[in-house]
């Protein structure tokens, strides 16, 4: 595990640097996505404000009710400085942040797709922190698993010197594929707010099965306190993408059944549907 990065005389902590790299990334795409719709004024940016200073509460403070018993949850001040930097809890906060900024101002136009592509960017970059300061996951005897030092807390197969799965990294390339599939995807969803939504459910499907491969405690039915956390936001993305589906909002994406797209343009076809000649 690599917990300082030197630069020069300079030592930065390998989390922090990755994290804070992967927000001035998120940054710079929002702001060119932003430029791009002719939305680039001040009521996105103080939506942006809004995402950064919930995310921050909710990364921290979400291990304040990680247990059932109040008795073994931390105190507020002790989640804040001791937190345990659960990415949904930075997510829900940001997703709440960003309601209360534009509630607060009198915004009420759509932000989420403005955000999709910048935070999918922005968490595959700060997954590499994780990777390289945390527990990579649970056993595995498939050949890319990877080695960590015994001093890793909280990793047992670190402790016995079992190769893991290096789950931080699969988060990372999922969030690539999704970034790339996101700018393909915004010129394919005119509903305002449809790519964030996809994006979330994707997210949410993803990081549910992955967590198979984390190495977070299983508090019952062999499922994780993340994965309980999921499975509301789960149905409600599932009815939710369901709606939009059946109204037509991906049709450009994925045709619903019985449709066909036609082989040639419009522009190239007759009134009555046949080629011109």
């Known amino acids: 595990m690599l917990e300082q990065l ?40 103080v939506a942006v404000t809004g995402a950064l200073v919930g995310g921050a509460l909710g990364m921290r403070l979400s291990g304040w009710a990680e247990h059932l018993d109040p008795a073994l949850n931390p105190s507020l001040v ?38 999709a592509p910048a935070v999918a960017l922005g968490m595959a970059v700060g997954r590499i922190g994780c990777f390289l300061t945390e527990a990579p996951g649970r ?4 050949p890319w698993g990877v080695h960590a030092p015994a001093t890793v807390p909280e990793c ?49 499907v993803f990081r549910f099965l992955v967590e198979f491969t984390r190495a977070n405690e299983t508090v019952w039915l062999d ?3 993340p994965q309980w956390f999921l499975v509301p936001g789960l149905m409600l993305l599932g009815v939710r993408l369901g709606i ?10 994925l045709p619903r059944r019985g449709e066909r797209r036609p082989l040639l343009p419009a522009a190239l076809l007759s009134p009555a549907g046949e080629e011109e000649r």
Not at 83 to 92: D, M, V
Not at 139 to 142: C, E, K
Request: proline share 4%; charged share 20%.
């Open 139 to 142: 056993p595995t005897s498939l």
């Open 156 to 204: 047992p197969g670190c402790v016995s010197g079992l190769a893991m799965h290096p789950s931080y990294l699969y988060e990372t390339v999922f969030q690539l594929a999704a970034f790339g599939a996101l700018l393909w995807a915004r010129s394919r969803v005119d509903r305002p707010g449809e790519l964030f939504t996809l994006y979330l459910g994707a997210y949410a």
């Open 78 to 115: 002790e989640a804040w400085m001791f937190g345990a930097r659960s990415i949904l809890g930075g997510l829900t906060g940001a997703y709440v942040g960003v309601l209360v900024a534009k509630r607060l101002i009198g915004y009420r136009e759509r932000t989420g797709d403005l955000f």
């Open 223 to 225: 499922l994780t306190r």
């Open 6 to 45: 030197r630069f020069g005389g300079v030592s930065v902590p390998t989390h922090a640097f990755f994290v804070g790299l992967g927000v001035i990334l998120a940054s710079v795409v929002f702001v060119l996505e932003a430029r791009r719709r002719g939305a680039l004024r001040e009521e996105p940016l």
């Open 244 to 253: 939009g589906y059946r109204k037509g909002f991906y049709d450009r994406l």
